[in-house]
Each structure stands twice: as structure tokens, then as C-alpha cells.
């Protein structure tokens, strides 16, 4: 029986790939299944993004926006940048998907089907902004390693799922808990299925927040299969490496978490400020929680001309991780005065906040206009880029576009 | 007798032949049955031809094909060491992600120790000197000061 099984599937194995395999037994494979290999030559079709869309890197996957593209309220996923630290999972089972909480300090491991989350525990839909440790990269000097984000790898969609605090608790979670650490499906660059490419989380206090969701949907729909597809830990304000994707197994740690891309210099800063260029040693690194203060100008496109006279209308976003922005402003001559303009409250805490202002030009010429955001705390976006740090986090310095007045 | 031993092998010799046939029937039945397995409908015999998957063969010299001074499969420049970096540092990650970055000799050597800890690198023996030289001369950092002018800006007549 078990020779005649393997004859057979040697045999499909073997006429399958003469026969064009897609089309025999397309009828056949799981919803959610992309039988691309995600190798498809385009990934704007491939994951459904806009043509203006720019590619980082095509292995892993990395794409991020530009600021024009983020002009909508809440970010519909053509515009939404994509970060992968391994390949995106293939052939995804959401019927016997299942999701384990456990770790030392759970008090009972607990495994849950997609279906009783969604029937068992209560349903929430915040806005939320994801940012990129790594947004801004491209502009610290020295350079630092890894992908060349610029401005564009940040967002703000609406996610539904229940909150992670809800079933962390219906497992239990004992007095020493001081971590979750996350773990997902996702395959190492090198195919190696002992590794994991990563696998981070956030302190008790983050987690049992009540924006801290596990999602099922973004922007009212399944979420996208590059963006955590059937299941995503959301934390909003945070690193976007924290809501992870592809959510397999939650684990409560009674130490903070140590996963690939938790330990070394990921996602870490130097505790104390160095000079540019330093090395620094590990201990001496500190994790990122909370993203700094940071706007971005999304009307007009930069390179905008216009009329002698005519005032011209900008428009954006700004966000400060978990506080609120309490102040707006923005200046058309490199930060020697300040205009303070409105902007609204945030439609939930951790979701980012628009402003809006129409500026005058006093003659022809080249300007820039620059935004700086101020947070509940006082603290504002520098002018220049911010402390230099071996990998290259955590710049929020000023947006700058550039208009013509002609 | 010389009719006899003909005779015997004349017959041997249609044994043989029927011994042929019946392995060829055996064959053929064998392949159809195994086929059937695996498409039940004979769906690729019918109708509109299934899409054919079209796979063009390129010649050696069209894989590594060098235009304007730049590899074409992965963008690198071409410069001594290109192939020893082709070969060893975008199995697992994209040429992009090589071309993006901007370090000096000791930050390129610090990477691929980096990956070598962590991510399944493997020992590059004498090809590292060469990787790091062509790393070093062709993706060297830019002295960029603490904010540069911006670049690159399309101007278009804003109409609102």
C-alpha cells in the first residue's frame, strides 16, 4: 500500500512536470495558495501594489511607497510597503490552521483553530500605523547595512482581529511572565528548516494593550498573503518587525524574548549615544519599543511648480509611536521660521493624524517645505538626521519637498 | 541436423520476438496506467492546449551577458571579482540587496561574518579577498555630510 502511494506520487511527481502541472491540478489546491513559487517575474502583480511603488529587493521581498502615495487617510494595500525577512510562505492551509500559545510562563499550552478565535473571543478594528525600524536608512552617513528604505515604509490600515491580551489570558499567563516572542511559518532565506528568520515580540505591557491585535483582516478584507495572511500579531507605534506575520505559535517568556532578529544589533539602539561610525558592543545595545515622532508631507508630490501668487495647498500625516502629536508645523525657509498648522486627533490611540495648511509664498523661486511633528512629550522631529546607530534606525528627521514658485 | 538447429532457432529467435512485443505492450499499458493516475480527465489532450510552459534556452554566453559595463542578470558592475560575487553572495539574497549598500572594507568583511554566523554563509576561502576587494572598489560609502541636497526631483506644473 505504502509502495503503491509513493509509486504514484513519483509518478505525478514525475509526469507533472511534463505535463503543466498548474492547469491539471489547479482545481485541486487550497484557497490561498499562490502555486507561483512567488518567483513571478512582477511583483507589483504578483501582490497586487502600484506601479510607483519602489523595489528594493526582490529576494527577500522589499518594497516600500513614496510620500505621495500615502495621501489617503487610511492606506489602502496597493500603497502599503513590504518588508520580508525570509520567503513568503507557500501553500497556506487556513482549515487546519492553528494557532499554539505556550512558553514558561504560560499555565497551560493552549492550541486554538483560526475559527474558535474568530467565534470565541470578541472582535476589535483599529487604525494603526506600522513603521519600519529601518524607514529612513538610506540618508545615515556612514551607511549602514541592510535594505536602503527612504521615506516610504510606513503605513496606517484599519486591521479587525481580536485582542492578544483576550487569549493570552484564556491560557493563563503566570506572574514571571516578562515577554511574548512570536513564531510563524515563513522559511529562511537559505532553506534551512531549522532556522527561523525571525521571530520577535514586546514586553507584558504591550502585549496585553487593547490595540495589540491578532488580525484576521486589513482594510476589511483577508489580509494580503505578503502582509501575515491568514493570521497577524498587530502592534501598533511599534517597529513594524513586532506584528508578526504568519502567525503560527505565541510563546509567554519568562525572559525577554531571544529570537533571531531579537539579539546582536537588530532592532537595537546604542543604550547611550555614539559618535558616527562606532562600534558598538552587544551589551551595550538596547531594544527599540516605541517609534519616535514623524510626519510626512503626502500633497503635493515633490517637484511641484506653480504660479507667482497662488497659494498652495499640503496636506499629510504625522504619528509618534505610542504618544500622540500634540503640535504641527512646517517652514519654507530650511527651518529658520515655523508655521503651526492643525492637525486632527488620531481616529484611536497609535493611528496616525492628518494635518493640512495652505502656504504663501513671498517671491519667485526654490523652496522646500519641511514638517515637524511635536509629541505629547515636547519632543520634535530634528532638522538634521538624528543620532547614528550601527544599523541605521529610527530616522525621523524632518520631510523635505521641494516646490518651484515660477 | 541442419534443418533441426535452424528450425530450434527459428523458433527461439520468434520467442524472443513475442517475449519483445509483450514487454512493449506491458510498457505501454504501464505508462498509460500510471498517466491515468495523474490525469484522470486526459485533460491535457483536450480542447485548447493547455498553456504550454515555453522554456527558452539560453546559451552560456547570454546568461552572463555584460552591457554597458554591468552584468545584466544581476546588475552588478562588471569589475575583477564579478563572477567570484556572483556565485557566492546572491544564492540566498538578491544582487540588490549587495548594490544598495555602501561600506568600506572592514564593514564588507563584518557582513559576511555576520551571515556566515548566522545565516548559513559558507566558508568563502580564498574567494573572500577577491569578494571583498570587488565589494570595496565598486560599492564603496559615499561621504553624503549629515543631509544632503534633495535629488532626483521631476518638476511638473502642479494644476489644482
Known amino acids: 500500500m505504502e509502495r503503491r502511494k509513493f509509486i504514484g506520487r513519483a509518478a505525478l511527481a514525475a509526469l507533472s512536470a511534463s505535463l503543466g502541472t498548474e492547469i491539471v491540478f489547479g482545481r485541486n489546491l487550497p484557497k490561498g495558495y499562490v502555486p507561483l513559487a512567488l518567483q513571478h517575474p512582477d511583483p507589483y502583480k504578483l501582490f497586487d501594489k502600484d506601479k510607483e511603488m519602489v523595489l528594493l529587493n526582490d529576494k527577500p521581498w522589499n518594497m516600500e511607497a513614496q510620500a505621495h502615495l500615502l495621501d489617503d487617510k487610511v492606506t489602502p494595500n496597493k500603497y502599503i510597503f513590504i518588508r520580508n525577512n525570509g520567503l513568503v510562505p507557500e501553500g497556506i492551509d487556513v482549515n487546519n490552521w492553528t494557532l499554539t500559545i505556550d512558553g514558561e510562563s504560560v499555565h497551560k499550552e493552549k492550541t486554538y483553530t483560526l475559527a474558535e478565535l474568530k467565534s470565541k473571543f470578541k472582535q476589535y478594528s483599529y487604525q494603526l500605523t506600522l513603521e519600519c525600524g529601518g524607514n529612513g536608512r538610506a540618508e545615515f552617513n556612514p551607511p549602514t547595512k541592510g535594505n536602503q528604505w527612504t521615506i516610504g515604509a510606513v503605513y496606517c490600515a484599519e486591521w479587525t482581529g481580536i485582542r492578544l491580551r483576550d487569549v493570552l489570558e484564556d491560557a493563563g499567563i503566570k506572574k514571571d511572565a516578562v515577554y511574548i516572542g512570536y513564531h510563524a511559518i515563513d522559511q529562511h532565506l537559505s532553506r534551512d528548516p531549522e532556522k527561523e528568520p525571525i521571530s520577535r515580540g514586546a514586553p507584558m505591557a504591550k502585549a496585553l494593550q487593547d490595540e495589540t491585535l491578532l488580525a484576521f483582516k486589513m482594510n476589511g478584507e483577508d489580509i494580503p498573503l505578503v502582509h501575515g495572511y491568514p493570521l497577524r500579531l498587530v502592534a501598533g507605534g511599534w517597529p513594524a518587525s513586532v506584528s508578526g506575520k504568519w502567525l503560527q505559535r505565541i510563546s509567554i517568556r519568562n525572559k525577554v524574548h531571544d529570537g533571531p532578529k531579537m539579539t546582536g544589533d537588530s532592532y537595537k539602539l546604542p543604550c547611550n549615544p555614539v559618535a558616527p561610525g562606532v562600534e558598538v558592543n552587544e551589551k551595550d545595545m538596547c531594544i527599540i519599543e516605541s517609534m519616535p515622532v514623524k510626519s510626512l508631507i503626502t500633497h503635493p508630490k515633490t517637484g511641484a511648480m506653480i504660479l507667482n501668487g497662488k497659494k498652495l495647498d499640503i ?80 530616522n525621523n528627521a524632518c520631510q523635505r519637498i521641494a516646490i518651484k514658485v515660477t | 541436423m541442419e534443418n533441426k538447429s535452424t528450425k530450434f532457432r527459428g523458433s527461439v529467435r520468434g520467442t524472443y520476438r513475442l517475449k519483445f512485443i509483450l514487454w512493449c505492450f506491458i510498457g505501454v499499458i504501464t505508462f ?117 541636497n534633495l535629488e532626483g526631483i521631476e518638476w511638473y506644473l502642479l494644476k489644482e
Not at chain 1, 492637525?343 to 497609535?350: G, Q, T, V, Y
Not at chain 1, 517645505?369 to 532638522?383: E, L, N, V
Not at chain 2, 555584460?66 to 546588475?75: A, Q, Y
Open chain 1, 315 to 394: 496636506r499629510g500625516h504625522a504619528w509618534a509611536g505610542e504618544l500622540e502629536v500634540a503640535k504641527m508645523e512646517y517652514s519654507i525657509d530650511f527651518g529658520a521660521t515655523w508655521q503651526a498648522c492643525p492637525i486632527e486627533k488620531p481616529a484611536n490611540r497609535l493611528a496616525w493624524q492628518h494635518f493640512s495648511a495652505r502656504v504663501d509664498f513671498p517671491k519667485k523661486g526654490y523652496y522646500e517645505i519641511w514638517s515637524r511633528a511635536t509629541d505629547a512629550q515636547g519632543t520634535s522631529q530634528p532638522m538634521l538626521i538624528p543620532g547614528w546607530n550601527p544599523k541605521g534606525y529610527l
Open chain 2, 32 to 148: 498509460m496506467g500510471i498517466y491515468l493516475m495523474a490525469d484522470p480527465t486526459l485533460s491535457a489532450f483536450k480542447g485548447q492546449a493547455p498553456a504550454e510552459t515555453i522554456v527558452s534556452i539560453t546559451d552560456e554566453d547570454d546568461y552572463d551577458k555584460i552591457e554597458n559595463g554591468i552584468h545584466v542578470r544581476t546588475g552588478f558592475i562588471d569589475a575583477p571579482g564579478l563572477m567570484e560575487t556572483v556565485n557566492n553572495c546572491t544564492n540566498c539574497h538578491s544582487s540588490k540587496l549587495v548594490i544598495q549598500n555602501r561600506m568600506n572594507k572592514e564593514g564588507w568583511i563584518a557582513t559576511i561574518k555576520w551571515m556566515q554566523e548566522t545565516q548559513n554563509l559558507w566558508d568563502l576561502g580564498k574567494n573572500e579577498a577577491i569578494i571583498v576587494d570587488y565589494l570595496v572598489a565598486n560599492y564603496p560609502p559615499k561621504e553624503m555630510g549629515r543631509r544632503g
